[in-house]
């Protein structure tokens, strides 16, 4: 897989040393991405570890985690397993968001645990293209468009993704050519998720009757504005300098619309440490906030944050 390889030149996502923590649920991208890293091993360097979360949400479920342990035992590289605590699934929200919530905290925990410099995730070309019409549909500004990050520090870890511009196709090959048979994950026919539909149906169809393309179209899309938006963030982290959780209302009213809106989601990202469940209502509603209503008033986010407006300035806290 070239495309493997340029990935990480291209981002700089591996240095020589690295220690790297590798999520493999034992499908076909994390299992491809494991090797991949594991064929860089002695060349660069490098310190593996595999993580491995059991959600439960399948009767054979445990034998995925059976699978990464052998395939674990078979390279001799360390592997830590855990399971789902399974009385997430009674909590409110969305199952799916839980989990993703769950197995990112999981994965965090257990790279800081043995040290490690990076988290290796197995998302792909496929994966990118898929995410940016979810988050079209669903609705979603420049953020959303510049879709999944090559590399990205959440809570203070580096998160890499190698593959990110490698095919689905592509790595199914590679697998195919070594001989090697991953687990097939059978929620993933499932219609009842978002994403399911976007890839068993809405894909095919854009592929059909608009552009045979659309899969790489949109991956380009979001390379082009994660870099765009890169800029713009940069730029509003420049301008009204200060506490992001005490806006100067004076100094914030001079901005530019889309500076404005960046530093209204930066001082929210440095509370919760990022802006999930943040729409364009509620950006919206700030602004109304800031520029038709009284002092004194509050407007109530997700997440329980809350965003007050005193005689000088905007107040991001949790309520």
């Known amino acids: 897989m070239r495309e493997f390889k340029e990935t990480i030149k291209k981002y700089k996502l591996i240095q020589g040393g690295d220690a790297i923590l590798v999520a493999v649920s034992g499908g076909p991208d994390s299992l491809a991405l494991l090797l991949q890293l594991y064929n860089l091993k002695s060349k660069l360097g490098l310190t593996l570890h595999i993580a491995h979360m059991d959600h439960g949400l399948r009767k054979d479920s445990a034998c995925d985690a059976l699978f990464v342990e052998q395939w674990a035992r078979r390279l001799g590289i360390p592997v830590t397993v855990a399971r789902l605590n399974p009385e997430i699934k009674k909590r409110n929200g969305s199952l799916e968001e839980l989990c993703r919530q769950a197995r990112m905290d999981f994965l965090i925990r257990t790279a800081k645990k043995i040290k490690a410099d990076k988290i290796a995730l197995g998302h792909n070309l496929d994966d990118q293209a898929e995410t940016i019409l979810m988050r079209l549909l669903r609705g979603t500004g420049l953020s959303g468009l510049s879709g999944i990050s090559a590399k990205r520090n ?50 095919p169809l854009l592929k059909k009757k608009y552009n045979k393309n659309i899969t790489e179209i949109l991956a380009n899309l979001a390379e082009s504005i994660s870099y765009d938006y890169e800029y713009l963030d940069q730029v509003a982290r420049n301008k009204a300098k200060g506490d992001n959780l005490w806006l100067n209302l004076r100094k914030i009213k001079q901005l530019h619309p889309a500076i404005l809106r960046l530093k209204i989601r930066q001082s929210i990202a440095s509370i919760q440490g990022d802006t999930r469940r943040i729409g364009f209502q509620h950006i919206k509603e700030l602004e109304d906030l800031l520029d038709n209503r009284p002092m004194g008033s509050i407007v109530d986010l997700p997440k329980g944050i809350s965003v007050s407006k005193t005689r000088n300035t905007l107040r991001f806290y949790r309520r």
């Open 154 to 203: 959440i809570q203070n870890m580096i998160f890499i993704r190698p593959l990110l511009e490698t095919s689905r196709k592509e790595i199914e090959s590679f697998l195919k050519r070594k001989g090697v048979k991953p687990r097939i994950d059978s929620t993933n026919k499932e219609e009842v998720f978002f994403r399911n539909r976007i890839r068993h149906h809405l894909i």
